[in-house]
């Protein structure tokens, strides 16, 4: 998906695509226009980005007046430090209003409300697993491009799979070492043998061979330790969490 940020303070925008990409790994992040003309002139040259991101007081003047210049068709998620334009702001496409400084837990809450509104269903997670791939053709290794040369990894070398700042990693159980794939986790979900592997998260899908250990988390998820080891927490999300649970003793 594309989110475009319409923010005038730098270090606001950067902060806001940090989060947005904790969200969304994948999602593309343009040029960040900093006032309204400039906003302006990026929605007429370009096609209607998935979802804006836009603060209310802008370099040159109250993001409102870009309304008036162009139709916006693009859901919006408000972000101000003054909640005074509530009610203007729901007049538009509006997803939600949130409160400078923005965190992490009201944006999460912000998008699952675009989701819901504009978006695909949440999967039937439980069902996906108990399922499982039909038929056989499931991916069985993966060509990594390293510089000029090619390395050819098979899929029951690989232990888990995750993303970072867009790229998609395997990790090789034998070695322990990381190659970047052209995989999205989305696409490798699609062709993973679902009795091997798992989406935990929007960052990780696991390998059975991969869990080393287990803890009971908060709101009824699951915390890995995988092996080999990372530096990033593994969660499993709270709607794939039962899923998880019925995959680890089905398969």
């Known amino acids: 998906m594309t989110v475009l940020i319409i923010e005038d303070e730098a270090a606001a925008a950067r902060r806001l695509e940090k989060m947005v990409l904790e969200i969304e790994p994948e999602a593309t992040v343009p040029e960040k226009p900093d006032s309204v003309e400039r906003a302006v002139e990026w929605l007429s040259a370009n096609p209607a980005p998935d979802l ?7 370099a040159d003047g109250s993001s409102f007046e870009i309304f008036e210049h162009l139709e916006v068709t693009s859901p919006v998620i408000f972000t101000t430090a003054y909640d005074e334009h509530a009610l203007r702001a729901f007049k538009e496409n509006t997803v939600d209003y949130l409160l400078k400084p923005v965190r992490q837990a009201e944006l999460d809450a912000a998008f699952d409300k675009y989701r819901r509104i504009h978006g695909k269903p949440a999967p039937n997670w439980q069902k996906l697993a108990a399922e499982g791939n039909e038929g056989n053709n499931f991916l069985r290794r993966v060509l990594i491009r390293m510089g000029n040369s090619f390395k050819l990894v098979e899929i029951n070398e690989s232990v888990y799979f995750y993303t970072r700042d867009k790229i998609t990693f395997l990790v090789s159980g034998d070695t322990g070492k990381r ?65 998880f649970k019925k995959w680890l003793v089905e398969n």
């Open 52 to 58: 804006i991101l836009m603060d209310i007081h802008l």
């Open 179 to 243: 190659y970047p794939t052209d995989y999205t986790l989305d696409k490798l979900e699609e062709v993973l043998d679902r009795a091997l592997f798992f989406r935990i998260n929007r960052q990780f899908i696991v390998g059975i061979k991969s869990i080393r250990e287990m803890q009971m988390y908060s709101k009824g998820r699951v915390k890995i330790d995988l092996e080999p080891e990372t530096d990033q927490e593994t969660i499993v999300s709270v709607e794939r969490s039962a899923a």
